[in-house]
């Protein structure tokens, strides 16, 4: 069983930044691939992207390319969001998300542990 935290969301104007950070529990934290979704008011859950164990392979969510980073240290036990450029469209709540395998990966049903997720609020 994987525990996973997320911290880091918060409110923020338009253009600014925010790191999320989501600590996880359990067993070697680099055989798990590591996956952060998101969910709007009144909108599906949707992917933004997915690293890897080894860090080698990593996807983005279009909408998010070239503005988010996600990276992980295997050594804490932890995956990193690193968010740029943000628009009000970013607004959402930030869901942490484990696999069973140490592969990337977008599709939110090959995930087997969630977090509590965190809110990321961006003004205009």
């Known amino acids: 069983q994987v525990q996973l935290v997320e911290s880091g969301g918060g409110l923020v104007q338009a253009g600014g930044s925010l790191r999320l950070s989501c600590a996880a529990s359990?067993?070697?934290?680099?055989?798990?691939?590591m996956g952060w979704f998101r969910q709007a008011p009144g909108s599906e859950r949707e992917f933004v992207t997915s690293i890897s164990g080894s860090s080698r392979t990593t996807y983005y969510a279009d909408s998010v390319k070239g503005r988010f980073t996600i990276s992980r240290d295997n050594a804490k036990n932890t995956v990193y969001l690193q968010m740029n450029s943000l628009k009000p469209e970013d607004t959402a709540v930030y869901y942490c998300?484990?696999?069973?395998?140490?592969?990337?990966?977008?599709?939110?049903?090959?995930?087997?542990?969630w977090g509590q997720g965190t809110q990321v609020t961006v003004s205009s």
């Open positions: 359990g067993r070697t934290f680099s055989t798990y691939g």
């Open positions: 998300a484990a696999r069973n395998q140490p592969y990337a990966s977008y599709q939110a049903n090959s995930y087997a542990y």
